[in-house]
Structure formats: C-alpha cells, structure tokens
C-alpha cells in the first residue's frame, strides 16, 4: 500500500471511528424541542403539554424532551416537573436558544390555533434546517405565511378535519396531513386522589351518583384575571347579552337530573373566570328543591385535581371543551356545547362519534334536546360509557398512527 492510499484509509477509518458512540457508551438519546403550555388560568391548557408528554413517554420512551413554555404559573409548573421528572422545562432566551441548537425535532403543540407560528419560523431560520411537526391545532386564519409554514413541516395533524379541509383548501403541501386528536386525550393517568376524594367526601358527592356542570362566557373575560388585559368593551357586551341564554338550558340539566335521576351535580370551572360565574348563572338561579342538590366549588383547581373528579362523576355537560375531551379519555361520558365565538374546536365531538353530544347553543332546536340528552346520560351509564368506549377506540388508533410518524422524524 502506498503512502497517499494509506493516508485516505486511515482518515475514512477515522471519520468512521467519530461517528460511532466510544466503546460502552450509549448514542445519545433523540431529542424533542416541545412548544406548548400556552397558560395556567385554565385546566385545558394545562392539559395540552400533559397529553402530548404523555403519548411521547408511551411511544418514544427513548426521548429527551424540553418544554419551551409560554406560562407555567399557578402551579402547572409544579404539577409537571411531578408527573414528568426528567422534562426540562426551558427558562429564559439562552436556554430556549441552546435547545434550538441542540435538539432534533420542533414538535408545536396543540393549540386554538397555529398560535406559535413565529418560533417555528424561528426554528427553521436558526435549526440549520431540521425538522419540524405540527400536532393537533385548529387552523383559523389561512394567511400565505402560516400556509407556508405547514407546508414545509414534515407532518401537521389538525384537531378536527373543518381545520384539516381549511389547510387543503388553502393550498397546504405538508407532505403528511392528517387528522390528529387534540392532546388533551392523552391525559389518561394524571391523578390528585387524595385532592378530590377529600372534597367530594367533605360535600357529600357518593361516587357514580353525580355528574359535573361546567359554565363559561362567549369571550373569557382575561381582563379579570390578567395584570396588565385591557378591558374589553365589546366582549363584556356579548357576554352579559348572552349570558343568561347560554345558562339557562344547563340550568335545566341539572333540574332534570337532581328531580329525575335522583343525582347531585358539581357546578365546577374549567378556567379562573369560571368559578364566580358558576355562581350566578348557575346555581343562585335554581329553585330550592333542586339547589339543595347542587354543589358549587368556590375555587379554581388544577387539571389532577379536577380529573380525578370527573372520573369518578357519572358524566360532565357545559359549554366548554377540554374537560370534556378529559372526560372520554378516560371513558367519562360528556356533553359539549358550543358557540360561534368557540371557533371550530367543538366539531372534534364529530369527528369521534360523539356528534349526538355535541349542542349549538344558537340553534334553538338543538338547545331544547340538551337537558334529555343529560338525563339520558344519567339514567343509563352503560348505554353512554359504551359510546365513549367507541370514541377512545378511534382517538387512540390515531394517536398510535400519528405517534408513529413523529417518530419516523427522529433520528435512530
């Protein structure tokens, strides 16, 4: 061999050598940058990074996974460095930036909308090109840049197929689109036992014999609860307009399943604003023979809290979504009603079969079948928690299908 053929194998055989982990130490883990947790007023977005992490551990165990969080207050913070030990939660620009440098993936979570649009523009501006996935968002605003965006991720997932068809229609080439459910299904073993038993012992809820009752505003008024959220004029006008019309077929729920199923009911919040409300639109209203059966929770909870609760109700109706979405996760029935101001993301409940669950509270024929709906509910728990059964079948088959090319992602 002469030297210069020498020199050219003993430089392959070096490079070869590098890229290979050095003897009895394992290739580092894959790598997820995770965007999500958009607040802490509200359980649901608690919920968002707790069901994602949650089918990450299930699927891709083998993960590093960093959290780049818009709020984790109130607690959340806590409640997932507990359930999660080794997430890294991401604190502050440099440590944001290093995960930019140094993880694999960009996983945007689910959201209302494609609310972190910038950062993955960031991500594929400063990542040196890797990839980047979408996973269970509404699409609402169809504008060429947010179009673009998807297009370029390797997969993007839509929470219910009205978002899937407005991303098609607007022209979006992602090379894999799909259906993919909400995150919040996958909050399937988040517990606070000991919380919940002692508040439902301490106000006499017998387990299987209540159900939960869930009030909420047409625009949540984050005025009340945000330092520094200008007051809202406009909003706070449709809400008081339409406050008492929204209320009063929830109000007849419970009515029917206090006097008819022989039933107590929990009026409970899903955000902050919730627990006043429940209050005065709820439980003040009713008659006395019916109010004497209804429990109203005067503080604002945490999503293990409330979770362990709902499973051990014998269902949930109200006017929001992700309590119901906790619900059928974990094979609690839940009637969801919804309005214009909502957007999109009550149509989940068809895409699940649950469509007969599903109200539009401005459609005043659909308004009238709420209370039966409710009551049927209460009245024949096996009918009902057989139609769950069916709707965690079809979550959990797309969510094995979608954690399966996330996965394909990563590198092995």
Request: glycine fraction near 8%; charged fraction near 25%.
């Amino acid at each position: 061999m002469d030297r210069r053929t020498f020199l050219r194998s003993a430089f392959g055989a070096a490079l070869a050598a590098a890229a290979l982990p050095a003897a009895g130490q394992a290739a580092r883990p894959p790598r997820i940058l995770l965007r999500n947790a958009w607040q802490s007023v509200n359980i649901g977005d608690i919920a968002h990074p707790v069901g994602v992490l949650t089918l990450l551990e299930r699927y891709v165990p083998e993960a590093e996974v960093r959290l780049w969080p818009s709020e984790v207050g109130n607690g959340a913070g806590e409640l997932l460095a507990k359930r999660f030990p080794k997430l890294v939660i991401l604190k502050g620009p440099d440590a944001i930036a290093t995960a930019i440098k140094e993880c694999d993936l960009f996983l945007h979570g689910s959201s209302s909308g494609f609310a972190a649009v910038a950062d993955v523009a960031r991500w594929r501006r400063d990542s040196g090109g890797k990839p980047y996935g979408v996973y269970g968002i509404s699409f609402l605003d169809a504008k060429p840049p947010a179009v673009e965006l998807l297009s370029g991720a390797k997969f993007a997932f839509f929470r219910e197929t009205v978002s899937l068809k407005k991303a098609q229609d607007a022209g979006c080439t992602c090379p894999v689109m799909g259906y993919g459910p909400d995150s919040a299904f996958g909050v399937t073993d988040l517990r606070n036992d000991p919380a919940a038993a002692a508040f439902l012992a301490a106000h006499g809820l017998e387990d299987g014999k209540f159900m939960c009752c869930i009030p909420r505003y047409r625009w949540t008024p984050y005025w009340s609860i945000k330092k520094g959220r200008p007051f809202d004029e406009k909003k706070h006008a449709r809400n008081q307009a339409m406050k008492e019309h929204d209320h009063a077929p929830l109000r007849d729920a419970i009515a029917a399943v206090v006097r008819q199923a022989g039933m107590k009911v929990l009026v409970c919040p899903e955000d902050m604003t919730q627990v006043a409300l429940g209050k005065g639109v709820l439980v003040d209203p009713l008659p006395a023979d019916v109010k004497a059966k209804v429990v109203w929770r005067d503080t604002y909870w945490l999503t293990d809290e409330a979770v362990s609760t709902y499973v051990r109700s014998a269902g949930l109706f109200g006017n929001e979504m992700h309590s119901p979405i906790m619900c059928v996760a974990n094979g609690v029935p839940a009637v969801v009603c919804r309005f214009d101001e909502q957007t999109v993301k009550g149509y989940m409940w068809r895409d699940v079969g649950l469509n007969d669950w599903l109200f539009d509270l401005d459609d005043a024929a659909a308004v009238a079948r709420i209370p039966e709906t409710v009551l049927a509910i209460a009245k024949d728990p096996a009918a009902a928690k057989a139609k769950v059964a069916s709707a965690q079948a079809i979550v959990r088959r797309r969510q094995q299908e979608t954690m399966a090319v996330l996965k394909q992602n990563l590198p092995a």
